[in-house]
């Protein structure tokens, strides 16, 4: 597998390689241990890095987030030979942690059209920075979400973003929806 390019995210702690092929096609898989890595051979393989704390692959990248103490061109330097190394068959791992909500979703039009926004507005932006979210749940107009990738620790997130999507929920789809971060 070879890495093309590697980008920032606006995550201090976390770095984005896009790759040449996909590593979740169709999907994205979140690990965020080594034990839930143990089915994914490259997972596997990034967490021996030391300072890795969690890893994200969306279609044909992968986010590395590092803890405050990681020595970056370290983490870079291994990382990036493990994924050069790495010649896995693309098929997308069943068992990360791209789980399904864990909230209660009502099953409503207005959760139909949440999601479209969310899919064509919001999952795109994100993606771009290496991240993405989870729905855990939509109940009383109420969205929950769980940041994923470099999203998932980001100081950005954890507040800007999170009014950006209830703001463009709120314009798009009906001024009384709430967005909370799980």
């Known amino acids: 597998m070879q890495v093309l390019r590697v980008e920032p995210t606006p995550n201090p702690h976390a770095i984005k390689f896009v790759l040449d092929r996909s590593l979740a ?23 021996e890095v030391p300072g890795i704390t969690s890893l994200f692959y969306n279609d044909n990248y992968v986010t590395v987030t590092m803890n405050s103490d990681a020595d970056w061109h370290e983490v870079y330097r291994q990382a990036q030979e493990k994924i050069g190394a790495y010649e ?19 099953d409503s039009e207005e959760f139909a059209r949440v999601q479209a926004v969310l899919q064509q507005r919001v999952m795109p932006a994100l993606s771009a920075d290496g991240g993405g979210l989870q729905i855990m749940g939509f109940k009383d107009k109420t969205l929950t979400i769980r940041y994923q990738g ?14 950006a999507i209830e703001n463009l929920l709120r314009a798009e789809v009906d001024p009384d929806i709430s967005v909370r971060s799980a």
Do not use: H, R, Y
């Open 88 to 106: 896995g068959d693309g098929e997308a791992v069943e068992d990360g942690v791209a789980a399904p909500a864990t909230g209660e979703i009502e």
């Open 25 to 47: 096609p169709g999907t994205s898989q979140e690990f965020n241990s080594p034990a839930e890595a143990q089915k994914d051979d490259l997972a596997k393989q990034l967490f």
């Open 150 to 163: 470099a999203c998932g620790s980001c100081p950005s997130a954890i507040s800007g973003t999170l009014m």
